[in-house]
């Protein structure tokens, strides 16, 4: 395999014919676990069934892999406990012209795969993952090693954890800019925030996550619902006069400017 630049930094590039990495053990072993990173696909013509990563084994369903469905153009995840193999495939054309962050979380029988930061697969496994015989953890092979199915690409930044990542913490890793963002912070100030807002509250003043007391007055009865991301401000259509004001910092103060996202 060869490195190259990519998201942040350099990146792992392989060829699809002979080039893969391989981990001295399996890696994942718990019923809840992530596995994130960014991919660009390689080939627009991508052979079917390739593997991406993976420690399941033709031989038996244990563990997990991600690999090119039988289209060739959309990612598959399949998760298994030894008697049954549970998939689930994607319904986003792979890119061959940009990075596209991916996060698969499993939490027991819940298994949800994200892209760039928001689910694009939701549902439910028939049993817990199981790991007993499970291979070697390998990125760009199909496990064991004498297997082929090698994928064409290119990863960056991957990560793996023996827990389900919440929604916001795979958000936070696609859109920081900083890799995979870890340790995760608990208050968004430690990003420079003045103020931010995730409007995640169920009714009244929309509350400032940052600590700096800058909450948002809720101004003739805006309303709440689920949202992208847990919940949402509704302000209603037409003439409703509902709006959020709060007292905030003069932008005037940051003289080298700032940004509202």
């Not at 696909?41 to 991508?46: D, F, L, V």
């Not at 008697?83 to 054309?93: K, P, R």
Request: aromatic fraction near 10%.
């Amino acid at each position: 395999a060869t490195y190259a630049s990519a998201v942040i930094n350099n990146g792992l590039t392989v060829n699809g014919s002979s080039q893969y990495l391989q981990a001295s053990s399996k890696l994942l072993t718990t019923t809840s676990y992530t596995v994130s990173v960014w991919l660009k696909n390689g080939n627009a013509s991508q052979a079917t069934d390739v593997t991406v990563f993976s420690n399941q084994t033709d031989a038996g369903n244990h563990g997990v892999m991600m690999s090119v469905n039988s289209t060739g153009n959309n990612y598959l995840i399949r998760c298994g406990d030894g008697a049954g193999n549970w998939q689930a495939s994607s319904t986003f054309a792979i890119s061959t012209s940009a990075f596209e962050h991916y996060a698969l979380v499993v939490s027991g029988t819940s298994r949800t795969l994200y892209r760039n930061g928001i689910s694009i697969i939701s549902d439910t496994l028939g049993a817990n993952t199981s790991f007993g015989s499970a291979s070697n953890f390998t990125v760009g092979i199909n496990p064991p090693a004498t297997a082929g199915r090698y994928w064409n690409g290119r990863y960056d930044e991957m990560a793996l954890w023996s827990r389900a990542l919440s929604a916001d913490e795979v958000l936070q890793i696609a859109n920081s800019g900083r890799g995979n963002s870890y340790p995760f912070t608990a208050t968004p100030s430690l990003y420079g925030a003045v103020a931010f807002y995730n409007l995640d509250d169920s009714s009244g003043n929309a509350v400032d996550s940052t600590g700096n007391g800058y909450n948002l007055t809720n101004n003739n009865t805006i309303t709440y619902t689920t949202g992208l991301i847990n919940n949402c401000a509704t302000l209603g259509t037409g003439n409703t006069n509902k709006y959020f004001s709060a007292t905030l910092v003069d932008p005037d103060s940051y003289n080298s400017g700032f940004s509202i996202s």
